[in-house]
């Protein structure tokens, strides 16, 4: 599967566009539409959208993959974006230790939809920004969820 349109917007508004270096909520050295900076990766006079874009386009498709490989049930189009978001914004391995994810490899659809409204904190305190991006993939997760595709 593919991110759809849809859940590509949700990642750039989320994220916002940023031209240069900044340090995100989980302190990580971060660019463009969340970009974070790997070791030797740096860019002293700032990024355009147009690298930005490409950035966020071959972080996308790491993020697509690691959800594919992780997930082993069916999904919805709703679902997937819903879970490339969650994966984009906190990285594969936290969804891969996640209640969410034995949840939802387990069929227990509602009950994984469920737990994605509990990653709202950052640094043990509730952020609004974190509250409001999971009720977006709440809602898409919610949108299509009585036609599932293939995994």
Not at 44 to 52: K, M, N, S, T
Not at 90 to 114: F, I, M, V
Not at 132 to 142: D, K
Request: with cysteine; aromatic share 8%.
């Amino acid at each position: 599967m593919q991110l759809s349109d849809q859940g590509l917007e949700l990642i750039k508004s989320s994220e916002g566009f940023r031209s240069h270096t900044y340090i995100d909520a989980a302190g990580f050295f971060t660019i463009g539409y969340g970009h974070k900076l790997r070791p030797g990766e740096s860019y002293p006079d700032g990024i355009d959208e147009a690298r930005a874009t490409a950035l966020l386009a071959a972080d996308v498709q790491a993020t697509e993959q690691a959800v594919c490989r992780l997930v082993k049930v069916a999904l919805t189009q709703g679902q997937f974006d819903a879970l490339v978001d969650f994966s984009y914004n906190l990285g594969a391995a936290r969804l891969a230790a996640s209640t969410l994810l034995r949840e939802l490899n387990a069929g227990h659809y509602d009950q994984a939809r469920a737990q994605l409204l509990r990653w709202d904190l950052a640094g043990g305190q509730e952020l609004a920004a974190l509250k409001s991006r999971r009720v977006a993939e709440f809602r898409l997760w919610t949108a299509s969820a009585n036609h599932p595709l293939a995994a």
